[in-house]
Every structure is written in C-alpha cells, then in structure tokens.
C-alpha cells in the first residue's frame, strides 16, 4: 500500500487551488456519515485525530435516535468521540473537481465507540487472521436498480410507479449497455479514478438493474472500495439524473439484489493461494474446507451481520436467486456457499447470502471470523449439495426474519466469542430497533387486505 505523503498532498492542494477535504465514517448501517473540512483543519487532524459525534452509532438510517443503545444515547449527552484519519485511504474525488477524500474510523484508546466501530472491528479480524498465518483477499460485487428519478420525484410519487431507467428485463444486454454508454463509461472511468477499480459492469435481468463486480484486494481495502462503491455511485448516477437504489428486494415481482462475498487465504511469504490443492480431485484444500464449515455452522448465529434489514429477508425467499438453505455446492448457484476452484490464483468461496443493502464491513467481517472459526475448530464440511439447494433440509435453513436471526445472535456464546459482547450488544441492540420500528407500521398491504373485507 502506498505511503501518504504529506509533501505531494500540500503540492497537490495548492496547485490545484483546493481548500477543503471530505472525510467520511462507516455508520452501523453502512451509510458513510462524513464532512468536508478544510485543508489546515485536515493536516491537524491527521497527525492527532479528530472529535466526531457519536450519534453515529446512536441512531438508525433515518437519523432516529436508538432507546436501547448503552454505548451513546440522551444519558450521555452525544459527545465527540476521537476518530482517527486513515492516511492510507487516500484518494480524490473525479467528479468534485479532485477534492481529497480519506475514510476514518475510531480506532484508538481514545474512543469510546472503538467497540462499535465496523470498520475497527473487521481491522481486528483482519489481525485476528494474519496472527494465524493467512492473508484474507476478498472482494464484493453488487447488483442494483436505477431509476430516472431524484429524491424529490420518488417523494412526490410515493415511491409507487418509479420510471426505471432502462425497460424490461434484459440481463446482459449489449445494446443497453450501448445506448447509456456515457453513463457506463462515468462508472467505469471515475470509479478507478477514485480507487475503486471495476473489472465487470452490465445489465442484470430486471427494469434498469446493473450489476458491478470490484476487483479484489486485501479485506479491509476490499471493504473500504465497497462501502464507497455505493455512495460513489448514487453521487455519480445522480449527474445523469439516474437515482440508484441498493435495497435488497424493491419488489415481490422482481429479482432481488445481492452483494456476494468472495474470498480467499494466502500464504504471505510463498505468495499462494491456500484455498487451492492441486493434487484434489476437486482442486479444493483441506484449509478451505475448514473455511466453509466454519461459515455454514456459524451463519444462523451471525445472520444479521449479513442481512441486516427488513428488506433482507424479502430476498432470501426460495426459487430469487438467494439461499434458504445451509448448503455448499461446486460452481452452484442455489446454495449458501458457491465453491469456484477455478485455478492457484482464482481459487475462491463466494458466500452468496448478502444482499446489496449490507454494510460490507460487517459481511466481511462475519465470513472471514467464521472461517477462520472453522479452521481453528478444525470442522468437517458436510457434503457438497448437487442440485437444488432449495431442497436441501437435512443440514438446516436460515432463519426466516430479522427478528429470529437477531435473537440466535444475542443469545448465541460463538457471537460474543468471535465479535465481542459489547459489539454483539449494541449491534443486536440496533437490530431489535429496526424491528420494531418496522412493526408499528401499517402497510399498504394490510389496506389491501383488510380494508373492505375484514
């Protein structure tokens, strides 16, 4: 990774005639929370941290404060907590004129939500990791709807009869992709300008969806490159008067979205791909095969962390392209866990049960600690499912909503083993929140249902 260098920055501002810089935090929900701040505020900043809010980790994706939160809340008074600039990070923003852009996160003694921080917690488990001998490399792809819309017009229409931004379903579709070239190639373009390099972007089946697939990199960049794709995006689109939308499922007559995770451990000093056995029948190692034991058995324990909306779980329903089952499979699409053995450097696990609305530091973080479970514990794997994984019962299914899976979390010993109780706390704590805010509500289909009839 390449060393920050003070000198060429202040180089850079000036003769560029920049005077601000936007830093960012990763809230619970993956929503980044950041400021712009100017250049002599950001070099004292970098060398001593900085004092933020820790309503960030107080309130919901709506800006509602949590009742139930012990780290921060109204018995605290909201103070600043110290985050900490993350030089490393470093990049400019293409499409606001260049502006310097760095993530931090609050990991340091200093601060009271180190704890609660995803992205210090994934930092952890990354170290939790490489004390074992291995180096994580992963990456994300996500699929999404856009619509030509703004956050005005989706108000105004009720977020009922959106016009997408491409019609019907036409999944891989060149003359799509052809007839938005300058939309594709903004994506394409300014995304590597900002270090968020895309090796694949098309059209997936559904009104306007697109589908994009980041290359891989160590965890917490991966992590880092996927929390900024989709703010990148909604800030790109929104030029092209394009409103992009990462919920896991928009409609119960359409596909879902997913965020699959892929995944791999290599071997620092040999440079080799430790998933990979060349002498297999499969090609799969005995250390993978640890991995994905340690993902199956952990899952219902740690689902929120990959699913953690309501929305999710309008995704994971049978025959949507997203797992029910506790499953693994070669190259098969209809199970938790897809093994691609495909060579000593493509060797890899996509975990196919996140959707596009996750926060990526906590996916990333819940598949590698489980993993890395599975090897520790040494777990056999379970037979490799051929078929369909939707049939697949004997191993076990996930749980069915987010209030079951956020109970198997609280009260379950290998969460707090491999997370820690104050995090598994607060987090479940949010989970239960989104729930329940989720149940005072009457819904359109409730009218439906029971106005005239009942």
Same mark, same amino acid.
């Given at each position: 990774?390449? $060393?920050?260098?003070?000198?060429?920055?202040?180089?850079?501002?000036?003769?560029?005639?920049?005077?601000?810089?936007?830093? +960012?935090?990763?809230?619970?929900?993956?929503?980044?929370?950041?400021?712009?701040?100017?250049?002599?505020?950001?070099?004292?900043?970098?060398?001593?941290?900085?004092?933020?809010?820790?309503?960030?980790?107080?309130?919901?994706?709506?800006?509602?404060?949590? %009742?139930?939160?012990?780290?921060?809340?109204?018995?605290?008074?909201?103070?600043?907590?110290?985050?900490?600039?993350?030089?490393?990070?470093?990049?400019?923003?293409?499409?606001?004129?260049? #502006?310097?852009?760095?993530?931090?996160?609050? %990991?340091? %003694?200093?601060?009271?939500?180190?704890?609660?921080?995803?992205?210090?917690?994934?930092? @952890?488990?990354?170290?939790? *990791?490489?004390?074992?001998?291995?180096?994580?490399?992963?990456?994300?792809?996500?699929?999404?709807?856009?619509? $030509?819309?703004?956050?005005?017009?989706?108000?105004?229409?009720?977020?009922?009869?959106? /016009?997408?931004?491409?019609?019907?379903?036409?999944?891989?579709?060149?003359?799509?992709?052809?007839?938005?070239?300058?939309?594709?190639?903004?994506?394409?373009?300014?995304?590597?300008?900002?270090?968020?390099?895309?090796?694949?972007?098309?059209?997936?089946?559904?009104?306007? =969806?697109?589908?994009?697939?980041?290359?891989?990199?160590?965890?917490?960049?991966?992590? %880092?490159? *996927?929390? !900024?794709?989709?703010?990148?995006?909604?800030?790109?689109?929104?030029?092209?008067?394009?409103?992009? /939308?990462?919920?896991?499922?928009?409609?119960?007559?359409?596909?879902?979205?997913?965020?699959?995770?892929?995944?791999?451990?290599?071997?620092?000093?040999?440079? #080799?791909? &430790?998933?990979?056995?060349?002498?297999? +029948?499969?090609?799969?190692? @005995?250390?993978?095969? @640890?991995?994905?034991?340690?993902?199956?058995?952990?899952?219902?324990?740690?689902?929120?962390?990959?699913?953690?909306?309501?929305?999710?779980?309008?995704? &994971?329903?049978?025959?949507?392209?997203?797992?029910? #089952?506790?499953?693994?499979?070669?190259?098969?699409?209809?199970?938790?866990?897809?093994?691609?053995?495909?060579?000593?450097?493509?060797?890899?696990?996509?975990?196919?049960?996140?959707?596009?609305?996750?926060?990526?530091?906590?996916?990333?973080?819940?598949?590698?600690?489980?993993?890395?479970?599975?090897?520790?514990?040494?777990?056999?794997?379970?037979?490799? /499912?051929?078929?369909?994984?939707?049939?697949? !019962?004997?191993?076990?299914?996930?749980?069915?909503?987010?209030?079951?899976?956020?109970?198997?979390?609280?009260?379950?010993?290998?969460?707090?083993?491999?997370?820690?109780?104050?995090?598994?706390?607060?987090?479940?704590? #949010?989970?239960?929140?989104?729930?329940?805010?989720?149940? $005072? =509500?009457?819904?359109?289909?409730?009218?439906?249902?029971?106005?005239?009839?009942?």
């Amino acid at each position: 990774m390449k $060393k920050f260098d003070i000198q060429s920055f202040l180089d850079y501002v000036e003769e560029n005639g920049i005077s601000r810089v936007r830093v +960012s935090v990763c809230d619970i929900d993956g929503v980044l929370r950041g400021k712009f701040i100017s250049v002599d505020k950001f070099l004292g900043a970098a060398e001593k941290g900085f004092g933020f809010c820790d309503v960030v980790f107080g309130w919901d994706s709506s800006d509602i404060a949590y %009742d139930n939160s012990k780290v921060t809340g109204w018995h605290t008074g909201y103070p600043d907590s110290k985050a900490v600039i993350d030089l490393s990070t470093y990049r400019n923003i293409p499409w606001l004129d260049g #502006t310097p852009f760095f993530i931090a996160d609050f %990991d340091t %003694d200093g601060s009271t939500m180190k704890s609660v921080c995803p992205r210090t917690l994934l930092k @952890n488990i990354e170290i939790r *990791a490489e004390n074992m001998g291995f180096i994580p490399y992963f990456s994300q792809e996500f699929e999404w709807f856009n619509f $030509k819309e703004n956050p005005d017009s989706i108000v105004e229409k009720g977020y009922k009869n959106l /016009t997408p931004f491409t019609p019907g379903m036409f999944g891989y579709s060149i003359v799509r992709a052809s007839q938005n070239d300058e939309f594709f190639r903004a994506l394409f373009d300014d995304l590597s300008d900002f270090n968020i390099p895309v090796e694949g972007l098309h059209t997936e089946t559904g009104p306007g =969806v697109l589908e994009a697939a980041i290359t891989y990199d160590r965890v917490l960049v991966s992590a %880092d490159r *996927a929390a !900024l794709f989709k703010t990148s995006v909604k800030e790109i689109a929104a030029q092209f008067g394009v409103m992009p /939308t990462f919920m896991a499922k928009i409609s119960e007559n359409l596909p879902g979205c997913s965020g699959h995770v892929h995944q791999s451990l290599w071997d620092e000093y040999n440079k #080799t791909n &430790l998933f990979w056995d060349k002498n297999a +029948s499969d090609g799969i190692s @005995n250390l993978m095969k @640890n991995y994905m034991a340690g993902q199956l058995y952990c899952l219902p324990h740690i689902l929120p962390m990959l699913a953690p909306t309501i929305n999710s779980y309008k995704r &994971l329903v049978e025959g949507a392209w997203a797992p029910t #089952t506790l499953t693994w499979g070669l190259d098969n699409r209809t199970t938790a866990l897809r093994a691609l053995p495909v060579d000593s450097k493509a060797c890899r696990l996509e975990t196919r049960v996140p959707g596009s609305d996750v926060n990526s530091y906590l996916a990333m973080a819940a598949c590698l600690a489980a993993g890395l479970y599975g090897i520790k514990n040494n777990l056999p794997l379970q037979p490799a /499912t051929t078929g369909n994984g939707y049939k697949e !019962l004997a191993y076990g299914k996930l749980p069915a909503d987010l209030w079951e899976a956020t109970q198997n979390m609280k009260n379950s010993e290998i969460a707090h083993e491999l997370f820690g109780s104050e995090f598994v706390n607060h987090f479940t704590g #949010t989970r239960e929140w989104e729930w329940n805010q989720y149940t $005072k =509500v009457v819904t359109d289909w409730e009218y439906k249902r029971y106005f005239e009839i009942i």
